[in-house]
T-cell receptor
Framework: GEDVEQSLFLSVREGDSSVINCTYT??????LYWYKQEPGAGLQLLTY?????DMKQDQRLTVLLNKKDKHLSLRIADTQTGDSAIYFC???????????FGKGTMLLVSP | DTGVSQDPRHKITKRGQNVTFRCDPI?????LYWYRQTLGQGPEFLTY????????KSRLLSDRFSAERPKGSFSTLEIQRTEQGDSAMYLC??????????????FGSGTQLSVL
């Protein structure tokens, strides 16, 4: 089955860019997602990318996909303290209806 | 539209008791999912419904776990004879999906279960 891996922790200063990385194993994954989770809360969908794209930009968020290496990244420009949270990468194969999540990357933004 | 709603937010129970959680999806979302999240882990898929039909339940953790969505709207997740290892956050998500389209899951805030 699908396996999704993420680095566990990232610390940046306010105003810097943050880059969170993710790798997945199933080359037939068709959609890849980024979710944000704040303490004690559910998951908030941030953005997604279809596997036939290599980049998607949405305001401060940029998603890059390297399908050959099965590598996905989320770049947050001008990171703010309110961006501190856990970020989850998730992959979906069109033949299945479930998302497979990574363990999450904790982003800590210091003033 | 108030989003996905889960009740209760927190549940503390004693080992061996039964618990039931409720999820109200976004209205007109035809799919409803249950996930479990333990500390330091990503959400783990349990089961899902399309309307009232439960299409996948092999990932339920044991036969102590069951879920229903009787009228294709709200859903309940029941855990019988709870064990300490069942302590986790139980997340519900819903989506409005069409064949072949991108499926965006919207999550509720979860029910945090503590089994003493």
């Amino acid at each position: 089955g699908e396996d999704v891996e993420q680095s566990l922790f990232l610390s940046v200063r306010e105003g810097d860019s943050s880059v969170i990385n993710c790798t997945y194993t199933d080359s037939s994954s068709t959609y890849l997602y980024w979710y944000k989770q704040e303490p004690g809360a559910g998951l908030q969908l941030l953005t997604y990318i279809f596997s036939n794209m290599d980049m998607k930009q949405d305001q401060r968020l940029t998603v890059l996909l390297n399908k050959k290496d099965k590598h996905l990244s989320l770049r947050i420009a001008d990171t703010q303290t309110g961006d501190s949270a856990i970020y989850f990468c998730a992959a979906k194969n069109s033949g299945y209806s479930t998302l497979t999540f990574g363990k999450g990357t904790m982003l800590l933004v210091s003033p | 539209d108030t989003g996905v709603s889960q009740d209760p937010r927190h549940k503390i129970t004693k080992r061996g008791q039964n618990v039931t959680f409720r999820c109200d999806p976004i209205s007109e979302h035809n799919r409803l999912y249950w996930y479990r999240q333990t500390l330091g882990q990503g959400p783990e898929f349990l089961t899902y419904f399309q309307n009232e039909a439960q299409l996948e339940k092999s990932r339920l953790l044991s036969d102590r776990f069951s879920a229903e969505r009787p009228k294709g709207s709200f859903s309940t997740l029941e855990i019988q004879r709870t064990e300490q290892g069942d302590s986790a956050m139980y997340l519900c998500a819903s989506s409005a999906t069409r064949q072949g389209s991108n499926e965006k899951l919207f999550f509720g805030s979860g029910t945090q279960l503590s089994v003493l």
